[in-house]
């Protein structure tokens, strides 16, 4: 029973930070949608254009192709592969379309123009002309928003195995944020979003990872064969048998 009860506080703690999480992301659509935050979105933009060299442009371009979602949805599935855990994979795999489907809606509803033409630092790409407006709306930013709901599901798997210690948990849990962090910047900087693109999308995405972290609970391992009892056919019943002189 005391395991029970252990697990479903984790489960609630899932829940409750997912809801918090996903009601502060409709708020902050809302501030967004209502041009909030402009200024502070353009003078970001400006800081870490004018502060990170343009060497970066490479490197930062190739995390936008990671960010695609076919490339992150085949890492969700090769997550769930590998630990063998196809049925919460199949739950999870709803909670990410609903993720897409609600980002999708905030692009077509959330009045949020991308930065101009003559920010974008992105390589590769057709030439266009540097005064050229995009006219999609970019909230939420569904890199940051898959990367964050990726790294929630690692983070939670990653801290309920068995397989590493405390330290090497530690030290895999670093990379993950710095991967986190770096992508968030990255699209920034290639003014590909605006800073409150990407805060919305991480904040959906992790609503959506903790929701998922609900059904990764770890498995009851069976007890080992020497601790369990052997039972007769009886197990209720101690027969006694005594010699009648």
Do not use: C
């Not at 993720?99 to 030439?127: A, C, D, S």
């Amino acid at each position: 029973m005391r395991w029970y009860n252990r697990k479903m506080s984790k489960r609630q703690i899932f829940l409750a930070s997912g809801v918090i999480l996903f009601l502060a992301f409709l708020f902050f659509s809302y501030l967004v949608h209502k041009n909030h935050f402009v200024t502070f979105d353009f003078n970001n933009t400006v800081h870490l254009q004018n502060h990170i060299s343009h060497r970066f442009d490479g490197p930062f371009s190739f995390l936008s192709e990671i960010g695609q979602w076919e490339v992150m949805t085949v890492v969700l599935a090769v997550i769930f592969f590998v630990t063998r855990r196809f049925k919460e994979g199949i739950i999870t795999a709803g909670f990410y379309i609903v993720f897409h489907l609600i980002e999708i809606y905030g692009k077509y509803f959330v009045w949020h123009r991308p930065p101009p033409q003559f920010m974008l630092r992105t390589q590769n790409l057709i030439p266009l002309s540097p005064f050229e407006v995009r006219t999609q709306n970019s909230y939420p930013s569904g890199h940051s928003g898959r990367t964050l709901f990726i790294s929630v599901i690692l983070l939670i798997l990653l801290w309920q195995s068995k397989r590493f210690g405390f330290i090497t948990k530690v030290i895999l849990s670093g990379l993950i944020v710095a991967f986190d962090v770096t992508m968030v910047v990255s699209r920034v900087y290639l003014g590909e979003h605006w800073t409150s693109d990407v805060i919305g999308g991480s904040i959906l995405g992790a609503s959506f990872g903790l929701f998922s972290g609900i059904f990764l609970n770890e498995k009851i391992s069976p007890a080992p064969a020497h601790e369990k009892k052997k039972t007769g056919l009886f197990p209720k019943y101690k027969i006694e048998i005594k010699r009648v002189e």
